[in-house]
């Protein structure tokens, strides 16, 4: 099994009414729009930095290892 962190459903409040809008992480990396379900407010997501993204790709990249370690322990 190979990770996909990116895909990951996480929640964060709208900033004009608080409702938790859903998201994935890729939908920051690719700096979708979101609509707030409860008061229709536009949300952008976006990642000007980048941090998320070198961070989920080094976790990924160490569950991964992880993964293939146990594997071969397991043998």
């Given at each position: 099994?190979?990770?996909?962190?990116?895909?990951?459903?996480?929640?964060?409040?709208?900033?004009?009414?608080?409702?938790?809008?859903?998201?994935?992480?890729?939908?920051?990396?690719?700096?979708?729009?979101?609509?707030?379900?409860?008061?229709?407010?536009?949300?952008?997501?976006?990642?000007?930095?980048?941090?998320?993204?070198?961070?989920?790709?080094?976790?990924?990249?160490?569950?991964?290892?992880?993964?293939e370690t146990i594997r071969r322990l397991s043998?």
């Amino acid at each position: 099994m190979l990770w996909d962190l990116d895909n990951i459903t996480l929640h964060a409040p709208c900033s004009r009414c608080g409702y938790l809008v859903e998201f994935q992480l890729v939908d920051a990396h690719t700096q979708v729009w979101r609509w707030c379900p409860c008061c229709r407010s536009r949300i952008h997501l976006v990642e000007p930095d980048g941090s998320v993204s070198g961070a989920v790709s080094g976790a990924t990249e160490a569950l991964n290892s992880l993964e293939e370690t146990i594997r071969r322990l397991s043998r």
